[in-house]
Nanobody
Framework: QVQLVESGGGLVQAGGSLRLSCAAS????????MGWYRQAPGKQRELVAA???????EYADSVKGRFTISRDNAKKTVDLQMNSLKRDDTAVYYC??????????WGQGTQVTVSS
């Protein structure tokens, strides 16, 4: 069974950058499409970036051009490079699978707070 641990969040000023990392346990990580999700207070969890097993990526319109998702199947990690951060990016960020390859148990997430 794959377990997910997110890290790298923090407090950053608007316009700054953060790099989130998701470490997965288990030998079947490479079989999953992966995504980074976020949930802001009072809002539903949303997908912000996804990467397939083969490395194809897609992004929510709100982060396109600012965020970059990547994965390393050998290290079992999925990273999210976030640049030009905005206050609207403030949320708890989670990594997980997707609707095609399946979802895993949700981790604790990592808090990202962007100040003006």
């Amino acid at each position: 069974q794959v377990q997910l641990v997110e890290s790298g969040g923090g407090l950053v000023q608007a316009g700054g950058s953060l790099r989130l990392s998701c470490a997965a346990s288990g030998s079947i990580f490479s079989m999953y499409d992966m995504g980074w999700y976020r949930q802001a207070p009072g809002k539903q969890r949303e997908l912000v970036a996804a990467i397939t097993r083969a490395g194809a990526t897609e992004y929510a319109d709100s982060v396109k051009g600012r965020f970059t998702i990547s994965r390393d199947n050998a290290k079992k990690t999925v990273d999210l490079q976030m640049n030009s951060l905005k206050r609207d990016d403030t949320a708890v960020y989670y990594c997980n699978g997707g609707p095609i390859s399946g979802f895993l148990s949700w981790g604790q997430g990592t808090q990202v707070t962007v100040s003006s």
